[in-house]
């Protein structure tokens, strides 16, 4: 699945949303809710107990994965995208509807198949490639 | 991905920039979990319509589509608001809520949605025929649709539903196909429903069951429309899963389970009254003329209890011949609410935790757990309206 090179991890996964993206990851292995689990006005993971509570998606590589909880979620994703506060990518082991319906109306970049590991194995704050058009994500290491 | 010409047009942007952004959705979509195309669709449902649930996020994409053109290119009604439109200080509404939740509505009207504003389209003129390919959110409809009234609608969530409107297609996946809808668990019922609360209660252990699958039920008795509408509601508020089967002669290939009573009570109990309710909600899915014309009986020359309230809800074309009925005047002089485009949940009426609501909808009792800190109780409904009224 991964392509081991000097200092990159790839991995190849299903581009649903084309556009490239560049930046930190932000990764976790629980799911997150956009609908009450994210503030729209400043892009900060607000809920309670989550693993990334208090940090802000903006501008961020997401790698979740999926989304849970309401569609209405979607908007959330739109109205942060509108703000320049939404994530830069959004990369899921299994995308879910609410997470496909945001992004796409937000042309935010969607990869889905990533691998659960990669979850374990990808550190925060790496830096990041998506490609949503070859649906391949690169992980640069170090 | 094979599209027609007019759908390759709408993608161009020829039909307009919001039909072209509904187009872009609907294919994601069928990219992941369909089969690549879409379909044409004789109707579509949109639900996150109350203020309360999309917020300012959801109004400014409405917003968005509206002011880029869009309009609707088949017959499409709206799920409830947050509050009736012509009662609002029944809901504990501020200025702000007031204002803006007219927006959301006067916005989805300029596109040609229809202001049913309820969840039960199919008692307001949206009722789909049987093999209708249609584009449904609302949980409860959807599954009512699907089961009932053998329509083909997937289970879409609001945006994705308003895009099906404005573009006149679905994306094609299993639930528009009859593989897809096979059943795929046989539940043995042992237990018989006896009022609304028991069906909406039966769905909902089943769907707790499974649920991801479609189940087949053995045992159940073909039930009224309404019986059947709240086992819908029970169901979809519990399952992922699109719809059940009550009858299918060629049976189901997958394993079989069991449901019998004491499944059921284990529930109830949860759900049991301890207190005197301060809220009695009557009307999840929304109540039919039959319902109302029943409740009236049972309300009249009673009186409702001043320390309780009594809301039922239903849609305004329910509503409209309740009126000419002299029905709503019954529940009226009763001191019960009949409201009409909205209900308990999506409506902002602040629940404390010293209030105690009884209902008659498993659906509702569900949400409410969850969305409120008030105590929540089920009973049927001759049980609700006794408790709301003076003995």
């Given at each position: 699945m991964s392509k081991r090179s000097r200092r990159v991890v790839t991995y190849r996964c299903r581009g649903l949303v084309k556009g490239r993206a560049m930046g930190e990851a932000l990764v976790s292995s629980r799911p997150i809710s956009f609908l009450g689990g994210v503030d729209p006005s400043s892009g900060v993971i607000v809920e309670r107990g989550h693993d990334l509570e208090g940090l802000s998606v903006a501008g961020k590589v997401l790698i979740i994965p999926h989304g849970k909880g309401s569609t209405v979620g979607s908007y959330v994703l739109y109205s942060l995208a509108k703000r320049g506060l939404a994530p830069s990518a959004i990369v899921t082991v299994k995308v879910d509807l609410m997470t496909l319906t945001g992004c796409v109306i937000s042309g935010i970049t969607l990869l889905d198949g990533v691998p659960r590991e990669a979850l374990a194995d990808i550190k925060c704050r790496s830096r990041v490639e998506v490609d949503g058009f070859k649906g391949l994500l690169k992980v640069h290491l170090g | 991905m094979r599209l027609t010409r007019t759908e390759r047009m709408m993608l161009r942007g020829d039909m307009g920039e919001a039909c072209r952004r509904s187009m872009e959705l609907l294919l994601a979509i069928a990219d992941a979990y369909g089969y690549g195309k879409l379909i044409k669709i004789r109707s579509a449902h949109i639900s996150g319509i109350s203020y309360k649930n999309i917020g300012d996020s959801g109004l400014e994409f409405i917003r968005d589509l509206a002011e880029s053109g869009g309009f609707v290119r088949v017959k499409a009604t709206m799920n409830p608001c947050g509050f009736d439109l012509d009662k609002p200080w029944l809901f504990d509404v501020d200025e702000e809520f007031y204002?803006?939740?007219?927006?959301?509505?006067?916005?989805?009207?300029?596109?040609?949605?229809?202001?049913?504003?309820?969840?039960?389209?199919?008692?307001?003129?949206?009722?789909?025929?049987?093999?209708?390919?249609?584009?449904?959110?609302?949980?409860?409809?959807?599954i009512y649709s699907n089961s009932v009234l053998g329509a083909y609608t997937d289970r879409e969530g609001g945006p994705s539903a308003l895009a099906a409107a404005l573009t006149g297609r679905a994306a094609l996946t299993p639930a528009h196909t009859d593989e897809g809808r096979m059943p795929e668990v046989k539940v043995k019922v042992h237990y018989k429903p006896r009022d609304y609360a028991d069906w909406g209660l039966l769905g909902y252990v089943v769907g707790m069951r499974e649920p991801r699958l479609i189940p087949l039920l053995e045992g159940v008795k073909a039930g009224s429309r309404d019986e059947l509408?709240?086992?819908?509601?029970?169901?979809?508020?519990?399952?992922?899963?699109?719809?059940?089967?009550?009858?299918?002669?060629?049976?189901?290939?997958?394993?079989?389970?069991?449901?019998?009573?004491?499944?059921?009570?284990?529930?109830?109990?949860?759900?049991?009254?301890?207190?005197?309710?301060?809220?009695?909600?009557?009307?999840?899915?929304?109540?039919?003329?039959?319902?109302?014309?029943?409740?009236?009986?049972?309300?009249?020359?009673?009186?409702?209890?001043?320390?309780?309230?009594?809301?039922?809800?239903?849609?305004?074309?329910?509503?409209?011949?309740?009126?000419?009925?002299?029905?709503?005047?019954?529940?009226?002089?009763?001191?019960?609410?009949?409201?009409?485009?909205?209900?308990?949940?999506?409506?902002?009426?602040?629940?404390?935790?010293?209030?105690?609501?009884?209902?008659?909808?498993?659906?509702?009792?569900?949400?409410?757990?969850?969305?409120?800190?008030?105590?929540?109780?089920?009973?049927?409904?001759?049980?609700?309206?006794?408790?709301?009224?003076?003995?």
């Open positions: - | 204002k803006k939740q007219m927006e959301i509505v006067r916005l989805l009207k300029l596109m040609g949605v229809e202001e049913t504003l309820t969840c039960t389209p199919y008692y307001a003129g949206n009722n789909p025929r049987e093999g209708d390919h249609i584009a449904w959110a609302e949980s409860s409809a959807v509408k709240y086992l819908s509601a029970g169901f979809g508020a519990s399952s992922s899963a699109p719809m059940f089967w009550l009858k299918r002669g060629e049976g189901c290939e997958g394993g079989v389970i069991e449901v019998d009573v004491s499944e059921v009570k284990s529930v109830r109990e949860k759900w049991s009254l301890t207190r005197r309710p301060t809220v009695v909600f009557i009307g999840c899915p929304h109540c039919s003329l039959k319902e109302l014309r029943s409740i009236a009986e049972e309300l009249k020359e009673k009186k409702v209890r001043r320390d309780v309230k009594l809301l039922i809800s239903t849609s305004r074309s329910v509503y409209e011949r309740a009126v000419k009925e002299g029905v709503e005047e019954v529940i009226r002089r009763s001191g019960g609410l009949l409201v009409k485009d909205t209900c308990l949940i999506v409506s902002p009426m602040r629940l404390s935790k010293s209030d105690v609501i009884l209902t008659d909808s498993a659906k509702t009792a569900h949400y409410a757990q969850t969305m409120t800190r008030a105590m929540i109780a089920l009973g049927g409904r001759r049980r609700c309206l006794r408790e709301a009224v003076e003995s």
